[in-house]
């Protein structure tokens, strides 16, 4: 399995930016697909995923991030995150993880397969 990231930059605090991930290697049909961050200093956290489910798509959002981040799903294996109104302590290294078809919510399935990163900084 291989995850390719793009679409991290530099933007002013309040600007957008949209990151894209795409995946091979399997289908990603029925596993949750996620973006995580990694920021200096910090631990890596969760900040979105998205996961097919018999209701239709699961998303689910860090608290940090809601109201300003929306992820979708673009086919069964890609993944975007368009990011708006964003602040300086958003910037970080930006990570594209899949899981490998645990049970349960993309905030709650372990996470096995993961891109290389891409990083997002957001001047003041």
């Known amino acids: 399995v291989q995850l390719q990231a793009s679409g991290g930059g530099l933007v002013q605090s309040g600007g957008s930016l949209r990151l894209s991930c795409v995946g091979s290697g399997r289908s990603f049909d029925s596993l949750s697909m996620g973006w995580f961050r990694q920021a200096p200093g910090k631990e890596r956290e969760f900040v979105a995923g998205?996961?097919?489910?018999?209701?239709?798509?699961?998303s689910r959002y860090a608290d940090s991030v809601k109201g300003r981040f929306a992820i979708s799903r673009d086919n069964a294996n890609a993944v975007s995150l368009q990011m708006d109104k964003l602040k300086p302590e958003d910037t970080a290294i930006y990570f594209c993880a899949v899981d490998s078809g645990g049970p349960g919510l993309p905030d709650q399935v372990k996470y096995d397969y993961w891109g290389q990163g891409t990083q997002v900084t957001v001047s003041s």
């Open positions: 998205i996961k097919w489910t018999w209701a239709g798509y699961a």
